[in-house]
């Protein structure tokens, strides 16, 4: 046992330290973070070097295990952080081009990638439904430090992109909800009774969560806050995120990343929303999120894109698709709200990057036993490529070749007003 432990360590330390160079790395060559620590995980992963079966870390029999757990609360963290960020009431005055943007830019990927993948390669519809689901996340950050590189992020453009991504989450995230429910009950091909039995079990806890937060919560966390116990709001924020992440899938019958979700959303509303977001920051990105990053390489083997032509397929068509519908289905979204057709296919742009939601959701697939191997290696290949891709283009569709073809927007004139104001000051 102390010998496992001496193992778990230095692969602990090994992975960390991997992760965060990668990282680095990545960040010297201005690509993001994430990219340097999901290539890492791949490189460390059955794809190249394959070290959970190098003598030393083979001896314990279980660390496989113990890091996917590890990966899972960093599944859990960020998506409380997610909820976190989330404003309720800025959701509410969302316009009309975040609300049409992140619509169809969710249902356009999952509607396309089941019917592609349900017709044309045959996956069951099961498989299908949950890979449109990946297909429809986003993950905007990337673009949002793009746009505020180039001083366009409080253009109609950037702020349109940051309100579509708030609803991309959410409905991506009710949907797998809905999509994990029905498929842990068994409820594919069942009556109208069942059907309606699982959506008042998630009516249920979805309502009683949130009831219970809005009660209790502002005065739980004033209390924790004022325990003599160090870091007592962080733990009680983190004892929180657990339950209800645990109370989604035991009790409503939703993904667990659903329940950290929603306690992000609560906790946003509390007045320590600031504090505990650093907090929480600091232990998740400092230690569970790299590990997450380095488990999905750790599951992935590209080297079966490289063996199987339906695989190369596969996941060319994965890539396409990702591209196509995401970039159609925002930018047609944009277009219905108001924007013109350069800024729309800016905003569609910004919306391809699938990051780390994409992962995330993937992620849920894996342990399920959803995904094929082939096709989540071909999802990890779409995550890449997709984040590599996103910031050049949108640069080169702001360049000066692009901007001559059509005259500033309002918006763009109100952001040169205002870096003109930055500069005099």
């Known amino acids: 046992m102390e010998h496992e ?31 340097g620590e999901l290539t890492v995980g791949v490189l460390l992963g059955p794809s190249v070097l394959n070290v959970l079966h190098w003598e030393y870390l083979a001896h314990h029999p279980h660390l496989k295990e113990v890091v996917a757990h590890l ?72 673009s949002a430090q793009t746009l505020m590189e180039l001083k366009v992020l409080r253009t109609p453009v950037g702020l349109g992109l940051l309100g579509a991504a708030v609803v991309d989450d959410v409905l991506v995230i009710l949907l797998l909800s809905v ?7 068994g409820a594919e091909g069942v009556g109208l009774a069942s059907v309606l039995l699982i959506l008042a079990r998630m009516a249920a806890f979805f309502t009683l969560a949130w009831y219970l937060g809005e009660r209790f919560l502002r005065r739980l966390t004033h209390w924790a806050n004022r325990l003599p116990v160090s870091e007592s709001l962080l733990a009680f924020t983190i004892v929180t995120m657990l339950l209800y992440a645990w109370a989604a899938e035991e009790g409503g019958k939703v993904a667990a990343i659903t329940g950290a979700f ?83 296919l800016r905003l569609g742009v910004g919306m391809t990057s699938r990051g780390e939601v994409g992962l995330i959701v993937a992620s849920v697939g894996i342990s399920m036993g959803l995904l094929p191997e082939a096709i989540f290696a071909g999802v990890v290949l779409m995550v890449v490529v997709t984040t590599l891709i996103t910031p050049p283009v949108l640069r080169m569709l702001y360049s000066g070749r692009f901007r001559e073809q059509a005259p500033p927007s309002e918006g763009d004139a109100s952001q040169n007003d205002a870096d003109r104001v930055d500069q005099e000051r």
């Not at 049409?100 to 356009?108: A, F, H, I, Q, R």
Request: proline fraction near 2%.
């Open 179 to 185: 999509f994990v429910a029905f498929t842990s009950s």
């Open 71 to 142: 990966a899972f609360l960093g599944v859990l963290f960020l998506m409380f952080l997610a909820g976190l960020e989330v404003e309720l009431e800025a959701m509410r005055r969302a316009g009309k081009v975040a609300v049409w943007s992140g619509l169809l830019g969710s249902l356009v990927p999952i509607v396309a990638a089941y019917l592609v993948f349900h017709y044309l390669f045959g996956l069951s519809s099961t498989q299908s439904a949950f890979l449109g689901l990946v297909m429809g996340a986003t993950s905007v950050s990337i």
């Open 262 to 344: 929603l306690a992000g959303l609560l906790f946003a509303r509390t007045p320590y929303r600031v504090r505990i977001e650093r907090g929480v920051s600091t232990l998740a990105y400092g230690l569970f999120v790299p590990l997450f990053f380095i488990n999905i390489g750790l599951e992935t083997d590209l080297s079966v894109l490289f063996t199987s032509s339906e695989g190369r397929l596969e996941a060319l068509v994965l890539l396409v698709l990702a591209v196509l519908t995401k970039t159609l289905g925002c930018g047609l979204g944009a277009r219905l709200g108001g924007l013109r057709s350069l800024d729309a």
């Open 5 to 35: 432990l001496l193992i778990f360590i230095a692969a602990l330390a090994g992975f960390l330290f991997a992760a965060k160079l990668g990282g680095y790395v990545s960040a010297r060559f201005g690509q993001p973070v994430v990219f």
